[in-house]
């Protein structure tokens, strides 16, 4: 059982490149989010989604756009990188929105995309 | 403005020697408040959800527990495989059920 992937590991970019990132869950699940990790700030809600074909923004959306066409994927897309997005980048995904109901469980995050623009 | 902070930035125990780690927060309307591990290259690994004042949840040594202003993870008796960073996150009701607002992290160090 894979949970969360995230393709590729590592990136460096040139500012100004485009660049997709992908998430991929095999848990069937109806909520992803994209964070990014910067050194001393907590993650960052970049972009969400409550199901397939929606989309929403979260915290620090600019400069990114996602899409999910199919329910187990959610891309992360850079139009025009800039070094302010050299960071490392979180997928996660929920059966539910948390905070619902009394059940113990969380997000299932991928293991990170660490992007560097140079 | 909802705002996690967690306290110290970072912890060394030596094997054994138990602490606790704090999570306070200000937000408008607690919905939830989420405790994750998160290992150095790795993502964050879900730990525990508390949900009311009071209320308390364990796992091994880590104990959780959930105050109207904060929350502590109290960690008995740790062995150095507890090295990691431990990240707090809030739901609140002003974000919406999908937002969650997490804190820097503390890094603890178990030092056999």
């Known amino acids: 059982n894979a949970g969360v992937t995230q393709t590729p590991k590592f990136r460096v970019l040139k500012t100004g490149q485009s660049m997709t990132l992908l998430c991929a869950q095999d848990m069937n699940h109806e909520y992803m989010y994209w964070y990014r990790q910067d050194p001393g700030m907590g993650l960052r809600l970049i972009h969400y989604?409550?199901?397939?074909?929606?989309?929403a923004k979260g915290e620090v959306p600019d400069g990114y756009n996602v899409s999910r066409l199919k329910k187990q994927n959610f891309l992360l897309g850079l139009e025009s990188a800039a070094p302010s997005q050299t960071s490392v980048y979180f997928c996660?995904?929920?059966?539910?929105?948390?905070?619902?109901?009394?059940?113990?469980?969380?997000?299932?995050f991928g293991s990170g995309t660490r992007l560097t623009v140079v | 403005e909802d705002q996690v902070t967690q306290s110290p930035e970072a912890l060394r125990l030596q094997e054994g020697e138990s602490s606790s780690l704090n999570c306070s927060y200000t937000?408008?309307?607690?919905?939830?408040l989420f405790w994750y591990r998160q290992d150095p290259g790795k993502g964050p690994e879900f730990l525990f959800t508390?949900?009311?004042a009071g209320e308390e949840k364990e796992k091994e040594r880590l104990k959780a527990t959930l105050t109207k202003k904060e929350s502590f993870l109290h960690i008995t008796a740790p062995k150095p495989e507890d090295s990691a960073t431990y990240l707090c996150?809030?739901?609140?009701?002003?974000?919406?059920?999908?937002?969650?607002?997490f804190g820097a992290g503390t890094r603890l160090a178990v030092h056999p």
């Open positions: 996150a809030v739901q609140a009701a002003s974000g919406g059920y999908n937002k969650l607002i």
């Open positions: 937000v408008s309307g607690l919905r939830g």
């Open positions: 996660a995904s929920s059966p539910y929105s948390p905070g619902r109901g009394s059940s113990n469980y969380g997000y299932t």
């Open positions: 508390l949900y009311s």
């Open positions: 989604s409550v199901g397939e074909g929606t989309t």
